[in-house]
């Protein structure tokens, strides 16, 4: 009995040494969740955005010429019509814009939109920033290049008088206006007042070295988009070296640039990028009336036989994008299905199927009684290294499947005087994108590679008056065919932008080469 009795003292000591093994676990688990979930409640959204610009000049955005300065400043002063993602337009203060003929439009706001000092957007303001466009050399100049009058009507009604049509005007319409009465007495050149603007954001004080955007409470679409973000720092730096040691120590959140060896400057760690297609877009232009080049199917082969991604690889490092087409940068219009591939191949079958053969290490063919040899000049501007350079990548291509190349080195002023006569066989040559999608100069009449086909000219003239986003869509699929059946130029690549963001900053980076701040009120830091 009595060793039952210590068997039983025993057994429970055990089961009591168990019991508190248990809880001191169960408690020391508990009090690491309770840690955890304290971590988490304590992670605080930063409501404070830190940017750079270099080489600042002014925040009024029809005087600045400083890229980042104009980018920044659409989220204080908004345009007539604004750019969406895919670069489709979308009224912004218009509230309607009405084309009244080929060279008129009248354009409605609403007047109960705020300027940021509470006075309100009347149709003034429109006649008085138009007024200061025609009148100075702003980056903004060439929108209204073409507008001879703007009527006020009332005050909330403008009529804008063109001197020709201008296909798809509404792209020229997203110029930012600025109040007319804030200027009143003002010489707008010199003024020294902070500008004013009816965005999301407002400035709120400058400095030497900072500028404040504070989140603008008169602001018309504040009850339908309302920022996390409240304050913008914008700090200066003289040069955008300095900027990107800035980004480095962790001073800026965000940042764009075209700088093909950044990450010699920040490194590779510590941020996130985003690749955005530019708009300087280059091309092989051909002189669709020379006697050689007049047969599409010597276009079509030069089209198949350029590796365009060695082009991008070797010469530009990899910092452009191939391109396909003038619209390819991101335009809605443009689908990425219609893509062309490199097969020498069938460069080779293109020209058999045509009529040529290959004799003596060379392609020849016969033709109102005269012998053709593919034999061609590529002329291109001397003082363009890079385009020089892809000459050469572009003879030695051809070359291997037997058509014969001669690089014309011209000086800047003989290049400009082909542009004019279009006096050339074959021409590198390149253009900066409008963000319209108007194609009449690749493709209208007195074009660059004197291409002439009846069906795209009547083409372009209906796409000029068509609303229908899903017909405007079947218009230029139609047109993309015939250029991939015609080639009457060769769509090489265009250049790269970069948006660069912390890893601290929060939220999806959507921007295009129009804006990098879309969808800014969901970022945060953190």
């Known amino acids: 009995m009595k060793s039952n009795f210590f068997k039983y003292i025993f057994i429970l000591f055990v089961v009591g040494i168990i019991i508190f093994a248990i809880y001191t676990i169960y408690f020391k688990e508990e009090k690491t969740e309770n840690k955890i979930e304290?971590?988490?409640?304590?992670?605080?959204?930063?409501?404070?955005?830190?940017?750079?610009?270099?080489?600042?000049?002014?925040?009024?955005?029809?005087?600045?010429?400083?890229?980042?300065?104009?980018?920044?400043?659409?989220?204080?002063?908004?345009?007539l019509i604004t750019i969406k993602e895919n670069y489709q337009t979308e009224l912004c203060l218009a509230s309607e814009c009405s084309k009244t003929s080929n060279t008129s439009y009248v354009i409605k706001i609403d007047n109960g939109r705020k300027w940021q000092d509470g006075s309100p957007l009347i149709a003034k303001d429109i006649q008085f920033t138009i007024d200061r466009l025609k009148e100075g050399n702003s980056i903004y100049s060439y929108n209204v290049e073409k507008v001879t009058s703007v009527e006020i009507l009332d005050s909330s009604t403008v009529k804008i008088n063109l001197s020709e049509e201008v296909p798809f005007f509404e792209y020229n319409l997203t110029f930012p206006?600025?109040?007319?009465?804030?200027?009143?007495?003002?010489?707008?050149?010199?003024?020294?007042?902070?500008?004013?603007?009816?965005?999301?954001?407002?400035?709120?004080?400058?400095?030497?070295?900072?500028?404040?955007?504070?989140?603008?409470?008169?602001?018309?679409?504040?009850?339908?988009?309302?920022?996390?973000?409240?304050?913008?720092?914008?700090?200066?730096?003289?040069?955008?070296?300095?900027?990107?040691?800035?980004?480095k120590l962790g001073n800026i959140d965000i940042f764009t640039t075209a700088n093909s060896n950044l990450e010699q400057y920040i490194g590779t760690i510590g941020y996130a990028k985003t690749e955005v297609k530019g708009r300087e877009f280059d091309y092989l232009a051909f002189n669709c009336q020379d006697f050689i080049l007049k047969n599409k199917e010597v276009r079509k082969a030069i089209s198949y036989a350029l590796d365009k991604t060695n082009i991008v690889s070797s010469i530009y490092n990899n910092q452009a994008y191939v391109a396909e087409f003038p619209l390819d940068y991101g335009n809605y219009l443009y689908k990425e299905s219609n893509l062309q591939t490199y097969n020498i191949e069938e460069a080779k079958k293109i020209l058999?199927?045509?009529?040529?053969?290959?004799?003596?290490?060379?392609?020849?063919?016969?033709?109102?009684?005269?012998?053709?040899?593919?034999?061609?000049?590529?002329?291109?501007?001397?003082?363009?290294?890079?385009?020089?350079?892809?000459?050469?990548?572009?003879k030695a291509q051809l070359e291997q499947i037997g058509i014969k190349v001669t690089v014309n080195k011209v000086s800047n002023a003989n290049y400009q005087k082909i542009l004019q006569s279009k006096n050339y066989q074959v021409l590198l040559t390149g253009v900066y994108n409008s963000y319209s999608p108007d194609i009449t100069f690749f493709f209208g009449q007195n074009n660059l590679e004197n291409y002439d086909n009846t069906e795209i000219i009547q083409l372009l003239n209906e796409v000029k008056t068509i609303t229908d986003v899903n017909l405007l869509k079947q218009k230029y699929e139609?047109?993309?065919?015939?250029?991939?059946?015609?080639?009457?130029?060769?769509?090489?690549?265009?250049?790269?932008?970069?948006?660069?963001?912390?890893?601290?900053?929060?939220?999806?980076?959507?921007?295009?080469?129009?804006?990098?701040?879309?969808?800014l009120e969901n970022w945060y830091r953190i």
Do not use: C, H
């Open 38 to 79: 304290e971590v988490v409640q304590e992670t605080v959204e930063i409501k404070d955005l830190r940017l750079g610009i270099s080489n600042f000049d002014t925040m009024n955005p029809l005087l600045s010429n400083n890229k980042e300065v104009l980018n920044i400043d659409k989220l204080i002063f908004e345009p």
């Open 478 to 519: 139609r047109i993309v065919e015939i250029y991939q059946d015609d080639k009457p130029f060769i769509s090489l690549y265009r250049d790269k932008q970069t948006i660069v963001k912390s890893q601290n900053l929060t939220g999806e980076i959507i921007g295009n080469n129009y804006f990098t701040y879309y969808r």
């Open 177 to 247: 206006i600025l109040p007319n009465n804030y200027y009143l007495g003002e010489d707008f050149n010199t003024s020294t007042k902070v500008p004013i603007g009816t965005g999301m954001f407002q400035i709120s004080s400058i400095d030497g070295s900072n500028i404040t955007l504070t989140k603008n409470e008169k602001w018309w679409n504040k009850n339908e988009v309302d920022s996390k973000i409240e304050t913008i720092q914008i700090k200066l730096y003289s040069e955008i070296g300095e900027l990107y040691n800035s980004f």
């Open 352 to 394: 058999l199927e045509g009529g040529w053969e290959y004799k003596y290490n060379r392609w020849q063919k016969t033709e109102e009684n005269r012998t053709l040899r593919l034999t061609l000049t590529l002329t291109v501007d001397s003082s363009n290294e890079r385009r020089v350079a892809v000459a050469e990548n572009m």
